[in-house]
């Protein structure tokens, strides 16, 4: 057993440090208003719904745009698409290594955009999609096409099973009723691939379908964007009034919808407990700085137990989390990703519980300076407290990993 990261990998870390500072970090310092106390603010168009101003988002297509260019955004992607074939580990290192990194532009958690993309729906059409469908693939690359994710409905979002779309056939064609609810992205998203029952009854897995639609269709409307903890929101809701689509926009086969969904999930979930240990480690490594050279009562912060404890065991536990990750992603390359998913949703559910665990210490550890936001810690509490709730909430991390431990999802996997 070998617990050192693999040559390749630690040369990608360093090779992209070196592309940040000679690219990303002076893009992010001309737009300082982005990153520091105003972020909020300067982020969010209050008077347009909540939505992301046009102006940020551009710069965050400028950042993927010199990503591309440097060769590191499409890095996970299949060579047939310019990418490396990045495998799971490295991924996982890279988005620890660039979360620890803290708030900046080389990695924007909230738009989960970053110089190495991490883009699910592009592998699923990549691997599920018809040709014309991955006609789009280079346009969701650059970002001229734009795919929202629609599961989640008003009535039903950890039991998506239970979903009240449907879509029934009209002729040739297929009609979709529907509500779908947090449908990020569809603000200015060019299509949305939405999931509708087609056959079979409520709570089961078959007979729910995967449609691409593309946006402008009559009777698709997005009424509103839904407020949240960290704004701005790209959250929408969206109606489905009898849209029409023909057989074409059909995703993988019908009645076959829920394969994607659980591909997407696996993909995103690993890859956020990533994530949410590194920034837990940053919050970890600025308290301990902090605590140093913070003199209270003529001595430094530090010296007290009841300051070093708490940010020790969170550091144990960061580590804890890290081997798991690793070794769970390791075994993700390995292996097909439904025979490790009670392993995915551990890592999961205790990384992001991590990242919130760790930034609010880091407020507690920085005292009132550490509640302003002039600080990082109150933007990485509010970001990865979603983390808890949107790729299946903590409680359904727990009974994927219950349901193998008590044998209902089949054996335990343990070992
Ligand atoms: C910011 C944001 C972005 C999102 N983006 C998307 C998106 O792009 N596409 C999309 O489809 N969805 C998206 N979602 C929706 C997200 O996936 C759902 O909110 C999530 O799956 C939980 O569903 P729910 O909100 O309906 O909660 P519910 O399913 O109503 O659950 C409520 C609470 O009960 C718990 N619970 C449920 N079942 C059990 C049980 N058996 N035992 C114990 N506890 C249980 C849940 O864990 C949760 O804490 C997003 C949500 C947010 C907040």
Request: charged share 20%.
């Amino acid at each position: 057993m070998d617990f050192t990261l693999p040559a390749a990998i630690a040369a990608k870390l360093a090779e992209l440090d070196a592309f940040i500072a000679a690219e990303i970090a002076p893009l992010q310092a001309a737009h300082p208003q982005y990153f520091d106390h105003r972020r909020e603010h300067a982020r969010t168009d209050w008077d347009q719904d909540g939505r992301p101003r046009r102006e940020w988002e551009a710069l965050l297509a400028e950042m993927r745009r010199r990503a591309d260019a440097a060769g590191h955004y499409r890095f996970a992607l299949p060579k047939a698409l310019g990418g490396q074939d990045g495998s799971n580990l490295a991924m996982a290192a890279i988005r620890e290594h660039l979360a620890a990194k803290g708030l900046g532009l080389h990695n924007d958690l909230q738009n989960e955009s970053s110089i190495v993309g991490n883009l699910p729906l592009v592998h699923i059409l990549h691997r599920f999609g018809s040709a014309a469908q991955k006609a789009l693939l280079e346009g969701m690359i650059t970002g001229a096409v734009r795919v929202g994710f629609g599961l989640t409905e008003p009535a039903h979002g950890s039991d998506a099973t239970w979903m009240d779309t449907t879509a029934r056939r009209d002729g040739g064609d297929w009609i979709i009723e529907g509500v779908k609810r947090f449908n990020t992205g569809l603000h200015d998203a060019t299509h949305d691939l939405v999931f509708a029952r087609t056959a079979g009854k409520p709570g089961q897995a078959k007979g729910i379908t995967a449609f691409l639609v593309p946006t402008g269709l009559p009777g698709f409307e997005v009424p509103m964007l839904w407020w949240t903890f960290n704004m701005p929101s790209d959250h929408a809701e969206v109606r489905l009034n009898g849209v029409r689509v023909p057989p074409e926009a059909i995703v993988h086969h019908e009645g076959e919808g829920l394969a994607l969904a659980q591909y997407f999930v696996h993909e995103n979930r690993i890859r956020q407990a990533a994530s949410s240990l590194g920034v837990a480690q940053y919050c970890i490594d600025e308290s301990v700085a902090y605590a140093k050279q913070r003199i209270v009562w003529g001595k430094p912060l530090s010296v007290n137990q009841a300051i070093q404890f708490p940010l020790a065991e969170l550091h144990t536990e960061a580590e804890m989390v890290r081997n798991l990750v690793y070794k769970t992603a390791l075994a993700l390359d390995q292996r097909h990703h439904m025979q490790v998913s009670d392993r995915v949703s551990m890592c999961n559910y205790r990384a992001n519980r991590l990242a919130c665990e760790a930034a609010d210490r880091a407020i507690q550890v920085h005292g009132g300076m550490g509640y302003t936001r002039h600080k990082p810690f109150e933007h990485i509490y509010r970001h990865h407290r979603r983390y808890r709730i949107t790729e299946g909430a903590e409680e359904i991390q727990l009974r994927n990993v219950a349901g193998h431990l008590f044998g209902f999802l089949g054996g335990n996997r343990t070992g």
